[in-house]
């Protein structure tokens, strides 16, 4: 986890906004990061591998530093940081509590 977590980091993402591109949920993807989810499975790091926008031998490729690979996925990071940051926005907007209706 700490290779996913330099190349986030290299590309500028939070962890909300990086559990976003990979489809994972914030808080799970949180705990991973931080050790508490020692073994993910194959579907989690399959999404960990589209989140950083590589394929899975790519993440697992050590002999490459994460910010080389942050510098050919640039036009990538762009996209789904992005998207990220849109959604991201919608969903403050969305939880924002309704204006209560005055009684007529």
Same mark, same amino acid.
């Given at each position: 986890?700490?290779?996913?977590?330099?190349?986030?980091?290299?590309?500028?993402?939070?962890?909300?906004?990086?559990?976003?591109?990979?489809?994972?949920? &914030?808080?799970?993807?949180?705990?991973?990061? !931080? =050790?508490?989810?020692?073994?993910?499975?194959?579907?989690?790091?399959? *999404?960990? /591998?589209?989140?950083?926008?590589?394929?899975?031998?790519?993440?697992?490729?050590?002999?490459?530093? &994460?910010?080389?690979?942050?510098?050919?996925? !640039? =036009?990538?990071?762009?996209?789904?940081?992005?998207?990220?940051?849109? *959604?991201? /926005?919608?969903?403050?907007?969305?939880?924002?509590?309704?204006?209560?209706?005055?009684?007529?």
């Amino acid at each position: 986890m700490a290779r996913v977590k330099q190349i986030r980091l290299a590309r500028g993402l939070t962890q909300e906004q990086f559990a976003e591109c990979a489809d994972l949920d &914030p808080k799970y993807y949180q705990h991973a990061e !931080a =050790g508490r989810k020692p073994n993910p499975g194959l579907e989690t790091l399959l *999404k960990l /591998s589209k989140g950083c926008g590589l394929t899975l031998s790519e993440l697992f490729d050590f002999e490459r530093e &994460p910010n080389a690979l942050s510098e050919e996925q !640039a =036009g990538y990071d762009k996209q789904t940081s992005t998207k990220a940051k849109t *959604k991201e /926005s919608n969903s403050r907007v969305s939880k924002k509590a309704p204006k209560s209706k005055r009684p007529q």
